[in-house]
C-alpha cells in the first residue's frame, strides 16, 4: 500500500513537472542568402527575429503561403540617426504594400533594436506567434512559409530593393 502510495505521488510530481516545462526549447534558426542573414527562435508566445544586410539602409523580410508577393505579411525596417524602426505592411499586389494599421489592424511588433555599423544593418524585434488580424501570419514554431528577403541603399520604405529574393522556411 505504501509502495503504491509512493510510485503515484512520484507519477504526479513527473507529470506536473513536465506540464510546467516550457513549449519551446528556444532553438534559434537561420538561414543566409545573397549576403542577408536572418534568424529565429521562439519563446513563449512570441518569436523573435534578428535580420542583417550589407546595408545602410532598409531591411525586410515577409512570409507568405505562395511564390509572390500578393498576400504577404511584410516587416521592414530601418535605423535614421540610431533610432531602429520595423513596422508590418501588408501587400495587396506586387508594389502596393501599406502598414497594417492602415487597414485598421494593430501593430503587435514589440523589441525593436538596431544597428548600423558602416554599410551594415542589424534589427531584432520580435512577434506574437498567433496573428492578431487578417493581414498578419502565424508564426508558430514548425509553420512552412515562403519568406520574402530584401533590402535597399536607402532608407525610405517605398524605395525600390536592391536584393530581392524568396527562401522557404520552417519556422
Not at 501599406?98 to 558602416?118: F, L, R, S, W, Y
Not at 520574402?148 to 522557404?168: C, G, N, P, Q
Amino acid at each position: 500500500m505504501k509502495y503504491l502510495f509512493l510510485s503515484k505521488l512520484l507519477l504526479f510530481i513527473l507529470t506536473s513537472c513536465q506540464a510546467q516545462a516550457p513549449l519551446h526549447q528556444n532553438t534559434i534558426q537561420n538561414i543566409s542568402k545573397n549576403g542577408m542573414s536572418i534568424s529565429w527562435h521562439h519563446q513563449n508566445d512570441r518569436i523573435y527575429i534578428e535580420m542583417s544586410a550589407p546595408t545602410d539602409g532598409w531591411v525586410a523580410i515577409g512570409f507568405n503561403t505562395h511564390a509572390g508577393t500578393t498576400g504577404t505579411y511584410l516587416l521592414m525596417g530601418h535605423i535614421i540617426n540610431g533610432k531602429a524602426n520595423v513596422v508590418e505592411y501588408y501587400t495587396t499586389s506586387p508594389g502596393d504594400y501599406n502598414p497594417i494599421t492602415t487597414h485598421g489592424a494593430q501593430a503587435q511588433i514589440q523589441d525593436i533594436e538596431g544597428v548600423e555599423k558602416g554599410k551594415s544593418s542589424t534589427l531584432k524585434f520580435s512577434l506574437p506567434i498567433l496573428a492578431t488580424s487578417k493581414y498578419q501570419r502565424n508564426l508558430t514554431e514548425g509553420t512552412a512559409y515562403i519568406m520574402l528577403i530584401a533590402y535597399s541603399r536607402e532608407d525610405d520604405f517605398k524605395h525600390h530593393s536592391m536584393m530581392r529574393t524568396s527562401v522557404e522556411v520552417k519556422l
